[in-house]
């Protein structure tokens, strides 16, 4: 099982930006796709971003020129840069790992986007 810890969430006002990061506890070069979910209250648990281990990158509609998803492999880090943020976006957001034979969750980072 891979362990992987959240952390940059946080309360911000309509139009600011915030970088969620994701530290796994093995080689990320080692996982086929990374990526985060959200959950806002009283909806279903949607797809964000993920990015493949070759590099690719998918984005929800909802959120495409706003958020950059990334990978440093060197710190077995991946990154969720969030800007123009807006009400719509909160929730909590959780990280995963797919590795094929299984996928792996964080805990979750709330984010609020609020004025």
């Not at 086929?32 to 009283?42: C, E, F, K, N, V």
Request: glycine letters at 10%.
């Amino acid at each position: 099982q891979v362990q992987l810890v959240e952390s940059g969430g946080g309360l911000v006002q309509p139009g600011g930006s915030l970088r969620l990061s994701c530290a796994a506890s093995i080689s990320i070069t080692s996982i086929y796709a990374m990526g985060w979910y959200r959950q806002a209250p009283g909806k279903q648990r949607e797809l964000v971003s993920l990015i493949i281990r070759t590099g690719t990158t998918n984005y929800a509609d909802s959120v495409k020129d706003r958020f950059t998803i990334s990978r440093d492999n060197a710190k077995n880090t991946m990154y969720l840069q969030m800007n123009n943020l807006k009400p719509e976006d909160t929730g909590v957001y959780y990280c995963f790992a797919n590795r094929i034979v299984a996928t792996d969750w964080g805990q979750g980072t709330q984010v609020t986007v609020s004025s």
